[in-house]
């Protein structure tokens, strides 16, 4: 992902709005990246190898619900995939459920991910998945 920073400087009316939205009235350079709220690394608990994929990672916040996607593969076989993300630029207390067949259902509650000036402040956990 291309990381791009946004710069400040004198200018019209209507750039000088949208500049203050990103938090640039005050010197704060915000960049133009969206941040996870919840980030996930899913792992088979007995091998330690990659299991996102075929997982189904859902995040809640009281009535918000929203699936994560795969973020991140350690190689270029799509079966590599360890890292699943989302509920993107969106604070909130979640509880993260992950499924995946021959899997015990994996649960965590209460990741909380706090509002910041530029971006939301997300969580990181490590969901290490037991065989069923």
């Known amino acids: 992902m291309r990381r791009w920073v946004r710069t400040c400087r004198r ?32 792992r088979d608990a007995g091998t330690g190898d990659p299991a996102a994929a075929g997982a189904v990672a859902v995040v809640q916040d009281g009535e918000y619900v929203e699936g994560l996607e795969v973020v991140a593969w350690e190689s270029s076989d799509p079966a590599s995939g360890y890292l699943m993300a989302g509920a993107y630029e969106r604070p909130g207390v979640y509880t993260l459920t992950i499924t995946r067949a021959g899997y015990q259902t994996w649960v965590a509650s209460g990741l909380v991910a706090e509002a910041g000036q530029c971006h939301v402040a997300g969580v990181s956990v490590q969901a290490l998945l037991e065989a069923t």
Request: with cysteine; net charge negative.
């Open 11 to 42: 200018i019209g009316f209507g750039s000088a709005v949208a500049l203050a939205a990103t938090g640039c009235g005050d010197g704060l350079l915000c960049t133009t990246d969206a941040v996870p709220a919840v980030t996930v690394e899913v």
